[in-house]
């Protein structure tokens, strides 16, 4: 009886074993699938910055940073035609945009309005 035992555990322990290792080649194709991503990113990343080196050292970067700050007056800009519209009392969120708020506050036009304020 006890031979019987004894070969049932060993054949259990067989059956363990070749889960566990399934689950490890698993984890190996996944760890290769993650290093080759995380290489490709690191390229990506490197062409990026390189890029990123080439475009301010060139003369036409003052022309660029230039045309960020005539953007970002744009946005304040349009920023305060929305805040204006509001305070007129019409809705500037994308659920109600320019029907009437009837004089009660939007949750939904004040939270767009904060995120813009940001």
């Known amino acids: 009886m006890k031979d019987r035992n004894f070969l049932d555990t060993v054949m259990e322990f067989e059956q363990q074993l070749e889960a566990m290792q399934e689950q490890f080649g698993a984890l190996k194709q996944f760890v290769a699938l993650m290093m080759e991503e995380h290489k490709a990113l690191e390229t ?20 660029a ?21 509001y305070q007129e009392g019409f809705h500037v ?3 109600h945009f320019g029907s009437s708020r009837k004089g009660e506050d939007c949750l939904f036009c004040l939270s767009f309005l904060n995120k813009q304020n940001v």
């Open 65 to 85: 940073s230039d045309v960020k700050k005539e953007n970002s007056l744009d946005i304040g800009e349009g920023y305060d035609n929305l805040a204006r519209l």
């Open 44 to 63: 990506e990343n490197h062409h990026l910055r390189t890029r990123l080196e080439e475009l301010l050292s060139t003369p036409n970067s003052v022309q």
């Open 93 to 95: 969120c994308h659920v």
